[in-house]
C-alpha cells in the first residue's frame, strides 16, 4: 500500500505517493501537513529506471530501490518546480553572515571541499545550506536558495533559505577570482541546471535563469585547497577582508 504524506520544500507544500518507506525518513525534517500545492506519484518502473540515469553519467554501482525512490522523487518534483518560479541546481550553498553564495562545477571538481574550507576558516560565521543540490527561486527581483534533503554523501544541509548574493564557477588550480559576464556564464550554467521534461517547463526554467544572471554577481575561481582560496573566494565575494575565525 502506498504512503501518502506531504513536505514542506522551497516554500511548497508537496503531496508525495510513496512505494517504500523508507522514503518518509529520507525527508526527515521536511515532513509537514497542510493542502499541498502539487502532488507527485510514479510507478516502480520509473524507480527502476533511475538506476539507467546513474550509470548513463558512469554511477556503475548496485543501489536499492529505497534509494532509487529519492531520485525518481527528485526527477518528479523537480519537472514541476518551474511552474512555482523555481528550478533544481547542482551546486553547494553556504550561508555567510546571513548572505548566500552559491558554487557550482561538474562533480569531482572541488565544490564540496571549497565550502568546507569556508566551514573551516570561518568556523560559525559558516552556515551550509546545502551540499549538492539546493533549489532555487527568482521571485520579485530576489534569487533565494532553498536547503534540500537531496545533500550529496556528506549529507550537508539545512531546512532553511537565504537570499543569493553571489554565484561561483569553480575551476581547479591557481587561487584568482574574476567576474564574468551572464554570456560567459552560460555553457557552464546549463550544465549544472535541471531542465524539466516537460516542455513548457522547460522553457520557464530558461526565463528563470535569465533573470537570475540579471539579479546576481557572477564569478569564476580558479582554486586549490588552501586556506588561500577562501581568502581569494571570500574577500571578492563578500567585499570584506578575509580575517580567519580565531
Known amino acids: 500500500m502506498a504512503d501518502k504524506f506531504c513536505v514542506r520544500i522551497a516554500g511548497l507544500t508537496i503531496g508525495v505517493e510513496a512505494h517504500y518507506s523508507h522514503l518518509r525518513s529520507f525527508f526527515g525534517e521536511y515532513l509537514s501537513q497542510g493542502e499541498p500545492d502539487f502532488?507527485?506519484?510514479?510507478?516502480?518502473?520509473?524507480?527502476?529506471?533511475?538506476?539507467?540515469g546513474m550509470k548513463a553519467v558512469g554511477q556503475?554501482?548496485?543501489?536499492s530501490m529505497e534509494y532509487l525512490e529519492t531520485l525518481a522523487a527528485l526527477r518528479k518534483i523537480s519537472d514541476i518546480l518551474p511552474k512555482y518560479n523555481r528550478f533544481l541546481m547542482?551546486?553547494?550553498?553556504?550561508?555567510?553572515?546571513?548572505?548566500g553564495y552559491l558554487f557550482t562545477a561538474p562533480s569531482g571538481t572541488g565544490k564540496?571541499?571549497?565550502?568546507?574550507?569556508?566551514?573551516?576558516?570561518?568556523?560559525?560565521?559558516?552556515?551550509?545550506v546545502n551540499g549538492d543540490k539546493p533549489i532555487l527561486s527568482v521571485e520579485d527581483g530576489t534569487v533565494t536558495v532553498y536547503g534540500t534533503p537531496w545533500a550529496g554523501k556528506e549529507k550537508w544541509q539545512k531546512n532553511r533559505s537565504v537570499k543569493l548574493d553571489g554565484l561561483c564557477f569553480l575551476e581547479?588550480?591557481?587561487?584568482?577570482?574574476?567576474?564574468?559576464?551572464p554570456e560567459d556564464c552560460l555553457e557552464r550554467l546549463f550544465h549544472?541546471?535541471?531542465?524539466?521534461?516537460?516542455?513548457?517547463?522547460?522553457g520557464k526554467t530558461l526565463e528563470l535563469?535569465?533573470?537570475?544572471?540579471?539579479?546576481?554577481p557572477?564569478?569564476?575561481?580558479?582554486?586549490?585547497?588552501?586556506?588561500?582560496?577562501?581568502r581569494t573566494s571570500f574577500e571578492a565575494m563578500t567585499g570584506n577582508t578575509y580575517v580567519k575565525k580565531a
Open 90 to 99: 547542482h551546486g553547494a550553498c553556504i550561508s555567510c553572515d546571513d548572505k
Open 39 to 52: 502532488s507527485v506519484s510514479w510507478t516502480e518502473e520509473e524507480i527502476a529506471a533511475e538506476h539507467d
Open 209 to 216: 535563469l535569465d533573470e537570475m544572471l540579471t539579479l546576481v
Open 172 to 181: 581547479r588550480g591557481g587561487n584568482y577570482i574574476t567576474g564574468i559576464s
Open 112 to 128: 564540496t571541499t571549497h565550502i568546507s574550507l569556508w566551514k573551516k576558516y570561518l568556523s560559525d560565521r559558516i552556515d551550509i
Open 218 to 230: 557572477l564569478y569564476l575561481l580558479h582554486c586549490d585547497i588552501s586556506e588561500g582560496s577562501v
Open 60 to 63: 556503475t554501482g548496485s543501489y
Open 192 to 202: 549544472q541546471v535541471y531542465i524539466s521534461r516537460e516542455e513548457p517547463f522547460a
